[in-house]
T-cell receptor, first 114, second 111 residues
């Protein structure tokens, strides 16, 4: 019973394609996040949703569109994929948005754009 | 969030205590010190966090200096499975609940 799960684990696709990554948490948390880890291993926040409302959007291209159908799910849709989008994408969740609300991460989705 | 500084890498013999230092000299009074680790490109794993007092859980201990300008994560009996990159993060949600990861410390546990 994985707490934060992501699908797919690996995604290989051509430039210009549109793809989605899905995230689900069964922790009953209200807040979910997407982080990106590039080839240099820097891990950076992309988006955050609290109770299905977008609360963080960090200078991410418009080609990236998060969608939260309910509090347990946060999906990431990417249009017109570019080579630079190749990275590992991590989903995370936390109970709330206070400093003591620990974030728990999923296993990651490795995206390779050819 | 305050910037943190960690050594790039450390080695530790299996069975010994691993002491990972972190400097956060500009930390503000309401910023917590969080530690995560990442084992070989897996998702970051939460270890421990604290504000002022020392903390201990089943994974590790966190020692925070009285002036809160530095802290040490202690893995009491390191095993090979503790080989990972360890991240120290000064965190206060304020207006944005985002974790800011630095480059971390790569801990290599050896036989």
């Amino acid at each position: 019973d994985t707490a934060v799960s992501q699908t797919p684990k690996y995604l290989v696709t051509q430039m210009g394609n549109d793809k989605s990554i899905k995230c689900e948490q069964n922790l009953g948390h209200d807040t979910m996040y997407w982080y990106k880890q590039d080839s240099k291993k820097f891990l950076k926040i992309m988006f955050s949703y609290n109770n299905k409302e977008l609360i963080i959007n960090e200078t991410v291209p418009n080609r990236f569109s998060p969608k939260s159908p309910d509090k347990a799910h946060l999906n990431l849709h990417i249009n017109s994929l570019e080579l630079g989008d190749s990275a590992v994408y991590f989903c995370a969740s936390s109970q709330g948005v206070t400093s003591t609300d620990t974030q728990y991460f999923g296993p990651g989705t490795r995206l390779t754009v050819l | 969030d305050a910037k943190t500084t960690q050594p790039t890498s450390m080695d530790c013999a299996e069975g010994r205590a691993a002491n990972l230092p972190c400097n956060h000299s500009t930390i503000s009074g309401n910023e917590y010190v969080y530690w995560y680790r990442q084992i070989h490109s897996q998702g970051p794993q939460y270890i421990i966090h604290g504000l002022k007092n020392n903390e201990t859980n089943e994974m590790a201990s966190l020692i925070i200096t009285e002036d809160r300008k530095s802290s040490t994560l202690i893995l009491p009996h390191a095993t090979l499975r503790d080989t990972a990159v360890y991240y120290c993060i000064a965190y206060n949600t304020g207006t944005a609940s985002k974790l800011t990861f630095g480059t971390g410390t790569r801990l290599q546990v050896t036989l």
